[in-house]
């Protein structure tokens, strides 16, 4: 068995050399005739919905449209198809009209229309399979559809006739096989493949402990939790946690000198803060991520170097020998947020060169994402200030096109594009927007409007038009072109910090307000001394969503027990599985509108809750406390104000019992989820999300004197108005005292 067992290691450490000379990481073609031993093929399908396209409308005016799809750098694509469901127009000619299809830009097929009669419209819908050759496939791909319609014989023919159109049906499918590749053992491919950006499921990535860990090697696997999460992005991402365990896919196991899985028992003693990537002893085409360290301290210097040395890494092993932080974060600078202290253009908010560019006869909109601070003050303010400039190719003098600009769906200005618009043309607008202020108890007898939330999509959509002259003459289409300016800007230095707590839609959506500063200098996280294992898992994931939505790991968090002597007064606080001692003492000085403990259950809830009553959701006078007992899954996120300290908060993680952490860990994955976090408290069962919006309000931030006093009395009007009266009535006897003492002066000088 040792022998055995040596053989395995030595395969590790060799990383399969049998490929390491040929390999590239974008060179696939080495596995396409073979390999050494049969791999593992799976096999995946996927609907139009499921790659984000809600069928596909193709006409004369828009004739063509993609479907995008995605391969692992550590799979080949063995078979493609395409099962198409599609519907035409009657009008079209079959012996004219056709639908062609490319992947990458190479044709692939050419899909006749199908002749239809007027009286059995209802049974249009066409399927056809479509074999796609696979050898073209690359990381990132497109299938174009492309309409060739013809209504007409004749020679006059009106290319955006309304009788030109083609449908596919959102249930269409993408199918294929993929055969899994061995990829050598090299940090140069990382975090490829235990990440993969071109992989668009959610992350999964097992982390591996020989026992429970301690609180030092959790901080280290709660850092890379964070920055995984931030590489997952909008993927969402989960972290099952391990002990002792072969995991049987793409893993990360942390592990000292003293403390190793069984399985590394014979692995060479770490010599300092190292990162090996290493093949799976079992599963040969998977790959396990070493964290080593002699001490556990050592292991958040790897993690460490990581997050940070990772451009610089080759080979299969990374000593790290020191990590020095040049300069610590500073509020509100998280990589992902719009920056506060000076305006920023649109060119660094790209995700790829290209994004701000749109062509002719294209269905896709110029998108950006625009991510602010969850307390940025927006009261009273006309909206977010953009410099907007665009160019486009110009239309004739007859042609109307158009430019149309929306928010998160929501349409905010169209402006139309003149034949001069060569040139850079500059447009001064804001995008108008509501407070985001979640407990507003006004917010329901608001009328619907623009929000810039916290994470907002900007949206430019170029609509081109053609000039027709008479019945036979219209201008020939294609080469228009439309731009967004990288050099657009949006400023929001001149906005205050400034919010209402608690609020769960502004930990939900931005991680507020432990993301305040970037790396979590100013929070503590408490979570039992014994955890379990999803307790743990549940840390992870937390880690996880709070490094994807600032875009950077989570180096300086404190983390404690709950049985620790802490110290909690300059800190926000993160409370994670069950810690009863802990929370009794917050209990003590705090409210809790939601409180679970096994069985027994208490809420505080307005006394209606759904439509039309929703107003009663913030009227704490129609409330009523319920304790109960029940014995279903169950979980919350419960958010309020420190006891500690007035300006710090806390937002507590509880479930009904241990297993119910996994409602947390599935909702903070989950983005429809996600949006429904909202209030101060939010209760989760396994089917629905319930809001509360009671409890004591406290806020945070600061703002001008000024201000600060007229947005507090714009709650309490009548004492707004008697305020106003005892102004008017002090300026008044000012003035009349001033003018009695003119006119007597005046008198007397006359005398």
């Known amino acids: 068995m040792n022998f055995i067992r040596m053989l395995l290691l030595s395969t590790c450490l060799a990383g399969m050399s049998f490929n390491s000379s040929a390999f590239k990481p974008t060179d696939k073609t080495v596995f396409a005739q073979g390999y050494p031993e049969q791999a593992p093929v799976t096999s995946h399908k996927f609907t139009f919905e499921q790659l984000n396209r809600e069928g596909i409308r193709l006409s004369g005016a828009l004739p063509s449209s993609d479907v995008n799809f995605t391969n692992r750098i550590d799979k080949i694509i063995k078979e493609l198809s395409v099962k198409l469901k599609h519907t035409n127009s009657p009008a079209l000619l079959s012996q004219l009209s056709h639908i062609k299809v490319y992947l990458n830009d190479q044709l692939m097929a050419i899909v006749p229309v199908t002749p239809l009669e007027y009286d059995k419209v209802h049974q249009t819908l066409t399927e056809q399979t479509l074999k796609l050759k696979p050898h073209l496939v690359r990381n990132y791909n497109t299938i174009r559809f492309e309409l060739i319609g013809h209504y007409t014989n004749e020679f006059c023919e009106d290319s955006t006739h309304s009788s030109i159109w083609a449908e596919l049906d959102k249930e269409s499918t993408l199918k294929y096989k993929a055969q899994q590749i061995a990829l050598k053992s090299d940090l140069s491919h990382f975090p490829e493949p235990l990440f993969d950006e071109f992989d668009y499921a959610k992350l999964s990535l097992p982390m591996v402990f020989a026992g429970t860990p301690s609180k030092t090697a959790t901080q280290a696997a709660a850092i890379l939790s964070s920055w995984f999460g931030a590489r997952a992005d909008w993927r969402g991402a989960s972290f099952p946690v391990q002990y002792d365990a072969i995991p ?7 592990a000292t000198n003293d403390t190793k899985p069984h399985f590394l028992a014979d692995y060479p003693d770490a010599e300092g803060p190292t990162v090996e990537i290493i093949a799976n002893p079992e599963f040969r085409y998977k790959k396990l991520l070493l964290v080593l360290g002699r001490t556990e301290e050592e292991l958040i210097t790897a993690v460490e170097g990581i997050a940070l040395g990772l451009p610089v890494m080759t080979g299969r092993t990374a000593v790290i020998n020191d990590v020095f932080h040049l300069k610590p974060r500073e509020a509100y600078d998280a990589p ?8 920023v253009r649109f060119g660094e908010l790209l995700d790829y060169p290209t994004q701000l560019q749109t062509t002719e ?3 896709q909109s110029v998108k950006l994402d625009v991510r602010l601070p969850p307390d940025l003050f927006t009261w009273r303010t006309d909206g977010l200030p953009i410099d907007l400039k665009y160019r ?4 004739t003098d007859k042609a109307i096109s158009r430019l149309n600009m929306s928010i998160n769906n929501e349409f905010i200005q169209g402006f139309t594009l003149t034949p001069e618009g060569g040139k850079s043309v500059v447009s001064e607008l804001k995008i108008p927007l509501l407070s985001n202020d979640d407990s507003d108890k006004d917010r329901y007898f608001s009328v619907p409007g623009f929000k810039a939330d916290i994470k907002n999509e900007l949206a430019f959509k170029f609509l081109f038009s053609t000039e027709k002259e008479g019945f036979c003459t219209t201008s020939a289409r294609g080469g228009e072109l439309g731009v967004i300016d990288d050099d657009s800007i949006i400023d929001i230095s001149d906005f205050h910090h400034y919010i209402a707590m608690p609020n769960l839609h502004a930990f939900a959506q931005g991680g507020f307000p432990f993301t305040k500063y970037a790396d979590l200098s100013e929070t503590s996280v408490i979570f039992p001394s014994n955890p379990s294992r999803l307790e743990l898992e549940t840390l992870f994931t937390v880690a996880g969503h709070i490094g994807k939505t600032t875009g950077f790991p989570i180096f300086n968090a404190d983390l404690h027990y709950a049985n620790e ?10 409370i994670i599985g069950e810690v009863e001692n802990f929370m009794a003492q917050m209990n003590e000085q705090s409210q809790l509108s939601v409180l679970l403990e096994q069985s027994t259950r208490e809420i505080t809830q307005a006394v209606y809750d759904g439509q039309p009553y929703d107003y009663a959701l913030a009227n704490e006078d129609a409330a009523a406390t319920v304790s109960l007992s029940s014995y279903g899954p169950l979980a919350a996120i419960v958010g309020f104000q420190s006891p500690f300290n007035t300006e710090r908060s806390v937002v507590s993680i509880m479930a009904n019992n241990n297993d119910d952490l996994n409602l947390i860990n599935n909702t903070l994955t989950d983005s429809g989820k996600l949006s429904q976090i909202r209030g101060n408290a939010t209760i989760i069962n396994p089917y629905k ?8 309000r ?21 004492i707004l108005a008697i305020l106003t009266l005892l102004t008017l009535l002090i300026i008044s006897f000012v003035l009349w005292r001033i003018l009695s003492a003119l006119a007597k002066k005046r008198v007397e000088t006359q005398e």
């Open 248 to 254: 049987k896919d793409h893993a990360v196991i942390f």
């Open 336 to 343: 992902r947020w719009l920056r506060t202290d000076r305006a």
């Open 361 to 363: 006869g294209s269905d």
């Open 392 to 395: 486009f190719t110009p239309p």
């Open 565 to 574: 002597n802490i110290d909690l007064t300059g800190k926000d606080v993160l």
């Open 689 to 696: 999300v319930h809001n509360s919006y009671l409890g004591e």
């Open 698 to 718: 406290y806020y945070i931030g600061s703002l001008p004197p000024f201000t600060y006093i007229w947005f507090h009395l714009s709650e309490h009007p009548l």
